[in-house]
């Protein structure tokens, strides 16, 4: 059964500094891994999804990896920004429909 | 487009009436998702149709919950009799291929609070 986990549940920068965000998952066999930034009392936007073949994906500030052998992906905020703050989660499609999702990772830039 | 459209954004309700959330997905997707989001369980799905067809309604925690996707472009969710334990953010998501093999679009969510 695959797992997906995300550690630290938070985490609090000053302005300016690059991060990096992570994600770790149980079974390799993975169909792609989707990156989402959900801010408070709203819906979940994606941001980036990486397929199974590729190792990573950029858009922006924002570049997301993946090592499906190690089961990690990270994602990477350069430049960080108080417009950042939010909980970002990372979600693991399998060869079903489904989605599994991580707990989240709370990110406070402090300006 | 709007985006994914889901009513009523806030719900408040006593324990044991009926609560009915609705949603409006994206024109041309032809997934629906329906997910549950506590503190305590994160992010569950609930149900999921493909082509207005409930293809898995495993994660439905029980028979007080029912969905329906009449047409492409509209969906319900009800909860009947409603109950504390139900308080939650429901979200409504939709995207145009087979779910997890493309980007999911969520709706802004429905907050429900049953007293």
């Known amino acids: 059964k695959q797992e997906v986990t995300q550690i630290p549940a938070a985490l609090s920068v000053p302005e300016g500094e690059n991060l990096v965000l992570n994600c770790s998952f149980t079974?390799?066999?993975?169909?792609?891994l989707q990156w989402f930034r959900q801010d408070p009392g709203k819906g979940l936007t994606s941001l980036l999804l990486i397929q199974s073949s590729q190792r990573e994906q950029t858009s922006g500030r924002l570049n997301a990896s993946l090592d499906k052998s190690s089961g990690r992906s990270t994602l990477y905020i350069a430049a960080s920004q108080p417009g950042d703050s939010a909980t970002y989660l990372c979600a693991v499609g399998g060869s079903n429909y489904q989605l599994i999702w991580g707990a989240g990772t709370k990110l406070i830039i402090k300006p | 487009d709007a985006g994914v459209i889901q009513s009523p954004r806030h719900e408040v309700t006593e324990m044991g009436q009926e609560v009915t959330l609705r949603c409006k997905p994206i024109s041309g997707h032809n997934s629906l998702f329906w997910y549950r989001q506590t503190m305590m369980r994160g992010l569950e799905l609930l149900i999921y149709?493909?082509?207005?067809?409930?293809?898995?309604d495993s994660g439905m925690p029980e028979d007080r919950f029912s969905a329906k996707m009449p047409n492409a472009s509209f969906s319900t969710l009800k909860i009947q009799p409603s109950e504390p334990r139900d308080s939650a953010v429901y979200f409504c998501?939709?995207?145009?291929?087979?779910?997890?093999?493309?980007?999911?679009?969520f709706g802004p969510g429905t907050r429900l609070l049953v007293l």
């Open positions: 998501a939709s995207s145009t291929l087979l779910g997890g093999r493309e980007t999911q679009y």
């Open positions: 149709f493909n082509n207005n067809v409930p293809i898995d």
């Open positions: 079974d390799s066999a993975i169909y792609n």
